[in-house]
């Protein structure tokens, strides 16, 4: 008897089969990467041509390594923010002031604030990338001059009670952060791993998850020039480093010294739990799905809606007609232009129950997000990847004696 037919059929069948069954499960393959370069423990891939930057170890590896794998990404990208002329001007206090004076005004107040292990990670960033510190330090503090839309739906919400948590990055797209998108998968020592859907050169963070099923997004509000406490970007990267449910979440921006007027919404995968969230300097407040609130007047049942405007009315009409149908694919939806704003950088659904999310990018002639492809990630699989050992190796250098011995407890 001849076999080798047989034999052939089976070797086609038990991959479609191992398919199959991945599918029937809800496991999706591991997505194929190409190693692009290794830097110590981190290392950068593409995964479909998305850039996914893994970094490991302390504060300054952690630097070194995301500025040696994005050098010219990050050089180009913050000469954009710093040193464009065709950047507009911010308005303090009646008075139009430039991007880089008005960050350095910024840093003045908030740097007695800013936890060391931060500035020990822009030491190396900038070591790494070979840019002046300076120029690292002012660019890593932009997200705190503007002042997005967010929600959440859950339970009767969405078909099978899962929570979904949406995040709309509304910046501008003429600023060409977009072409610097980077998903950062970090593991910092003794802290929680996370995701960060970012942009080149940024250790903050302003639309993530962690390994705990926790996620956050936040949007700007007003209060500019009230920078006497920790940024923005660091204290929704601190919660994601240390919390692990919701309550722990918010004491992070309730126990921190906080700066402008912003809104967050923070999602808990474990308990199906979400709250929107209101801080300023000098109070903070939490809203529960389906709370009324004078700033969000139309709640819909277990749902967190929060934007403004015309914006949020179209929120709570999509969030409305889509009650108790919601799934991965129509809660992206209610993240479509009308509510996402023309400066629309990014979009991401996070799923934090299974660490699932999906992320899409402005274009690089500046069309919305909203209308770009959207990108699935899972964080439970980007940290179980390793990289390619025979690709390219750049050097991990160590911090100098006494890098940052001019400074202590964040001022330098």
């Known amino acids: 008897m001849n076999r080798r037919p047989l034999f052939a059929f089976c070797r086609l069948t038990i991959p479609c089969l191992l398919l199959l069954l991945a599918l029937v499960v809800g496991f999706a393959p591991a997505a194929q990467g190409q190693t692009v370069a290794r830097c110590g423990q981190g290392w950068l891939e593409l995964i479909d041509g998305y850039p996914v930057l893994h970094l490991k170890g302390s504060p ?22 710093l040193e464009n002329p065709q950047n507009a ?11 880089r004076a008005l960050i350095e005004t910024a840093v003045f107040f ?13 030491e190396g960033l900038a070591a790494g990338s070979e840019l002046a510190y300076g120029d690292i330090q002012d660019g890593n503090f932009l997200p705190e001059l503007f002042h997005c839309s967010g929600f959440a739906v859950m339970n009767s919400a969405t078909t099978d009670g899962t929570l979904y948590h949406g995040r709309v ?24 791993p996370f995701v960060n859907v970012s942009f080149a050169g940024f250790i903050g963070c302003v639309t993530g998850m962690n390994a705990r099923h926790i996620s956050i997004g936040e949007m700007g509000g007003g209060g500019q020039g009230h920078w006497a406490g920790v940024p923005m970007p660091l204290l929704v990267r601190e919660a994601l480093e240390t919390a692990g449910d919701l309550d722990a979440a ?43 609130d004078p700033l969000l007047p139309k709640p819909v049942k277990d749902c967190v809606l929060l934007s403004a405007g015309k914006r949020y009315q179209e929120l709570v009409r999509r969030a409305k007609a889509g009650q108790g149908k919601f799934d991965a694919d129509s809660a992206r939806h209610l993240m479509d232009c009308g509510v996402a704003s ?13 660490t699932k999310f999906w992320v899409a990018n402005a274009s690089p002639d500046g069309k919305p997000a909203a209308d770009q492809p959207y990108h699935a990630f899972q964080l439970s699989e980007l940290l179980a990847r390793h990289p390619d050992p025979s690709a390219k190796e750049i050097p991990l250098a160590r911090p100098p004696a006494g890098a940052t011995a001019a400074w202590s407890g964040g001022a330098r």
């Not at 300054?60 to 923010?81: T, W």
């Not at 952060?177 to 593991?187: F, G, N, P, R």
């Not at 023309?342 to 299974?354: I, K, Q, R, T, Y």
């Open 60 to 81: 300054y590896e952690m630097g070194y390594q995301h500025g040696a794998l994005l050098k010219q990404s990050i050089h180009e990208n913050f000469h954009n923010i």
């Open 110 to 122: 908030e740097r007695p604030y800013v936890p060391k292990k931060y500035f020990e990670e822009l």
């Open 342 to 354: 023309h400066g629309n950088l990014h979009d991401v659904l996070f799923a934090p129950a299974s």
């Open 250 to 292: 918010v004491a992070v921006f309730h126990d921190n010294p906080r700066t402008c007027q912003y809104f967050y919404v923070i999602a808990d995968g474990n308990s199906n739990r979400a709250v929107g969230m209101e801080c300023t300097a000098d109070k903070m407040r939490t809203i529960d799905p389906g709370q009324a």
């Open 169 to 192: 990055l509304d910046y501008s797209v003429t600023w060409h952060l977009q072409d610097h998108a980077v998903l950062i998968v970090a593991e910092p020592d003794g802290a929680t």
């Open 89 to 99: 001007s911010f308005k303090l206090a009646g008075v139009n002031i430039k991007p």
